[in-house]
């Protein structure tokens, strides 16, 4: 059940720019685990070994192994009924701008337009050394080398790496001139990504939050709603075509 009030609905309807901000919670369900949590990533792996470059440059061939078996199950995912929702928003409002802490592409799949990926992309990957961008080479079994001699790593943004600078720098202005700010499906623990939330509400935006519990960013929000994404976010859309 959606316990949104009339009132915010018109907000919505009424606002010239919304901005969704989202995590790992978003693509639960289609089939990819979130991070933190009972079912999540990092219960089963370490952080430490695999999403940061001494992990890479110490067992590459590992770290490779768990992104490609990981880009399998994202080749395999389709977009759900929450990435879907928010790429319909685009028909009913002005200006809406999708800033993603997921590498997995889903926004995209589902015809969002305006999208900023803050922590790259898994089906991107380049040469560490002479920075050529790599497609398509994420079933090869074992780490594979540049023409130039140099490791291919996945393009997405350890701990302890700077975010890409255009889309955080994207983000950053979108979420600063924004109306409403929809938090959906992060535990927004990971920075500078989380500061946003921050940002669009110092800015003056009404923020939304969805996620199946509360969070550190509930305080925040004007209203939280609870349940999954997939089945609020289409709820919500549904309010805003009455
Ligand atoms: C649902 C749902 C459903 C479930 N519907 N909801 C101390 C203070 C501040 C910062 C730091 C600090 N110590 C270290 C830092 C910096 C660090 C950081 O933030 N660490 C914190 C963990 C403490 N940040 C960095 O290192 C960043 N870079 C940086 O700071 O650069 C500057 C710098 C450079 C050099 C030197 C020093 C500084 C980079 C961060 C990169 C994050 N990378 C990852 C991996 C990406 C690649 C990969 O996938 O392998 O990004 S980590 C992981 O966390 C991934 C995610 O994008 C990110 C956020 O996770 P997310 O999306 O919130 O997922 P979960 O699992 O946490 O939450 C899911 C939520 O969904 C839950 O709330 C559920 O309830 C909910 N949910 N089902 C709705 N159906």
């Not at 997921?102 to 803050?118: M, P, Q, V």
């Not at 700010?181 to 500061?195: E, I, L, R």
Request: proline share 4%.
């Amino acid at each position: 059940m959606l316990d949104i009030k009339k009132s915010d609905i018109e907000k919505i309807k009424n606002a010239g720019h919304v901005v969704f901000f989202s995590g790992a919670g978003m693509s639960q369900e289609s089939g990819i685990a979130t991070f933190r949590g009972k079912d999540g990533i990092w219960n089963k792996f370490k952080p430490e070994e695999l999403a940061n470059i001494n992990g890479f440059m110490k067992n590459p061939d590992m770290v490779w192994e768990w992104y490609k078996y990981r880009h399998d199950i994202v080749r395999n995912a389709e977009p759900n009924q929450g990435h879907i929702a928010i790429a319909e928003f685009q028909k009913y409002l002005p200006k809406v701008t999708v800033i993603t802490q997921n590498i997995d592409n889903l926004h995209k799949r589902a015809g969002s337009k305006n999208i900023f990926e803050l922590h790259g992309n898994i089906e991107r990957n380049y040469c560490m050394k002479c920075k050529t961008f790599y497609n398509e080479i994420n079933e090869i079994p074992e780490v594979p080398k540049c023409r130039c001699g140099g490791l291919i790593r996945p393009d997405v943004v350890w701990f302890g790496e700077y975010l890409p600078q255009d889309q955080f720098q994207g983000a950053e202005l979108a979420a600063s001139n924004c109306d409403i700010f929809f938090v959906v499906g992060t535990s927004a623990v990971v920075y500078p990504a989380a500061s946003l939330i921050y940002t669009a509400k110092d800015c003056g935006a009404i923020i939304f939050e969805i996620n199946i519990e509360k969070t550190d960013i509930s305080i925040l929000a004007r209203e939280s709603f609870i349940g999954k994404a997939g089945n609020l976010l289409p709820m919500i859309l549904k309010e805003i075509k009455e």
